[in-house]
C-alpha cells in the first residue's frame, strides 16, 4: 500500500513521486531517524559498554559527521520544493557548503508555499540549516565535550517530534523499511498450526528483520558508490537500536511462552543469541574507533564487515524462524541476492582451493612446474574471483602476489611459498564457512581439473 498522495503530501513537485521507494522523502527519513539514534550515546560502537567513557571523551569527530548528515538532510527537505535533481551517486554535492550556502532550490516559487506540505518541509529545511549551523559554531572550538553533544540531540529531537516535515519524511521512511517483507512470511503468521497468540508476535519479529535489513541496503549502496563512510555511523547506531529493541521483544516472547511449542522455543532462543553474538563482535570491535580513522582502505574494510555479518545474522535469523514452519523456505526463496552470493562463493572457494593446490606442487616441484605456470593462475585469481573476497583480505593477498612474482631463486622462493601456502589454507577455511555455503557440499577438485 502506498503512502496516500492527499493534499498533504503534495509540493511545488507536482510532476515527481517523491515519496517512492529510494526517492528524497524516504532518504529524508532515513537521515532523520539515524540522527536520532546517533544521538543516544549507548548505540555508539565501544570497546567497553560496561565503563562509562564518554565523560571524557572529546565529540568533535561525531559532531563532524553530524554536520555532514545535516547538510545531506537540508538539501533533500529544499529538494522537496522542486523536481529532485540529485544525482544517483551523489551523497554529498558540495563537502564546502555550509548552513549560510544552502537555500531553496532556484525553481522554488513563494506562491508554493500557499501549500500546507511545502510550508512543512519549508520549515524543516530551515530548522535543519539552524542546527547545522550551531555544529559549524561548535566545531570552531578545540574540543567538544559530552554535555554540549547531548544538548543539540535534546534541542534538534524535540524540534523534529513537532515538525510535520520531519513527521512525514519519516513515516514514509518507516512504510518502505518493510517493503521487502515477503509474503511468503506474513502467511506464515496465519497459518493453522501457530498458536494464535503467537501469531502477530511473530509478525513483528518478520517485521523488524525485514526493516533491519532495509536499513543495512542503505550502507550496501554507499560501499558500492564508494561514498564517505564514516556517516554511516548514524545508519549503524539506528541498526543497533532496532535490534536491541527486536532482541528484547523476543526475550518478552520467551518469557510468556507457556505452551509454545520447544521448536519454536528453541529457534528464537537461537535468534537472539545470534544476534547478541554479531552486534557484540560489530559494535564493541569492527566499528570501534571508525570515526577516527584516517585510512580510506580501513574505514571501507570495516564498514563493509561491519555490514555483511549484520545481514548474513539477521537474514539467517528469517530463515531460521521460517524454516520451523515451513523447511522449503530457504535463503534462495526469501532473498533475491542470495543465488549472487552462493554463486560467487562457490566460485571463490573452488578458485582458492585449486591455487593452494597449485601453490602447494610448486613448492615441492619447481623444476617440473616453474613458477611462471603460478604467476598466470595468480593473475586470473587477481582479475576474477578475488574480488568475491572480503576488502580487508585484499591487501594480504596482493602482496603474496607480488612477493611470489619478485622472488628469485629457490631460496627466496621456498618461504614465500610456504608461508602465501599457509594464508591461503585459512582463507580457504574461513570461506568455506560462509553461512550461505552451509548446504554446499565441496568437491574438492584435483589441480588437473582446472581450466583457468
Known sequence: MEPAKTSEFKTANEGQDIFRNNGPAHELGLWLRALGSFFEVRNHPTSNPDQPEALARDWTVETRITRRVLLRATQLSYSLLSPYTAQEDALYEAEEN?????????????????????????????????????????LEKPTIDLHTWVSMGKILTRQLDQLEGAKSAMRTEQHYSTENLQDSLVAITRRADVPASFGPDLLIIFTELAR???RLEFIESLLKRDQPLKQTLPL?????????????????????????????????????????????????????????????????????????LLNNCFQQSTTGLAQVFDPTLDGARLFDTFHIKLEQSMALRRDLWLLLQLVKRAEKERDQHPVSQLVARLDTFR????????????????????????????????????????????????????????????????????HN
Open 383 to 450: 582479475n576474477g574471483s578475488m574480488r568475491y573476497l572480503m576488502y580487508k583480505d585484499w591487501d594480504a593477498c596482493e602482496r603474496f602476489m607480488e612477493e611470489v612474482s619478485a622472488a628469485r631463486g629457490a631460496i627466496e622462493l621456498t618461504p614465500v611459498l610456504h608461508r602465501f601456502g599457509a594464508y591461503l589454507e585459512t582463507l580457504f577455511n574461513q570461506v568455506n564457512l560462509r553461512s550461505v555455503l552451509a548446504s554446499s557440499a565441496f568437491d574438492y577438485p584435483a589441480l588437473e581439473d582446472s
Open 98 to 138: 555550509s548552513a549560510q550556502s544552502i537555500s531553496p532550490p532556484e525553481t522554488f516559487h513563494a506562491e508554493a508555499l500557499a501549500n500546507a506540505a511545502a510550508r512543512s518541509y519549508m520549515t524543516l529545511a530551515e530548522a535543519l540549516k539552524d542546527t547545522l549551523g550551531v555544529c559549524e559554531s561548535l
Open 212 to 214: 533491519l535489513l532495509r
Open 236 to 308: 549503524f547506531a539506528l541498526v543497533y537500536e532496532g535490534a536491541r529493541w527486536l532482541m528484547e521483544f523476543i526475550e518478552a516472547c520467551l518469557a510468556r511462552a507457556e505452551g509454545l511449542d520447544q521448536k519454536i522455543f528453541d529457534e528464537l532462543d537461537v535468534t537472539n543469541y545470534a544476534m547478541l553474538m554479531e552486534l557484540r563482535r560489530v559494535y564493541t570491535q569492527e566499528l570501534v574507533s571508525l570515526s577516527s580513522m584516517r585510512q580510506a582502505p580501513t574505514i571501507y574494510a570495516r564498514v563493509e564487515t561491519a555490514y555483511g
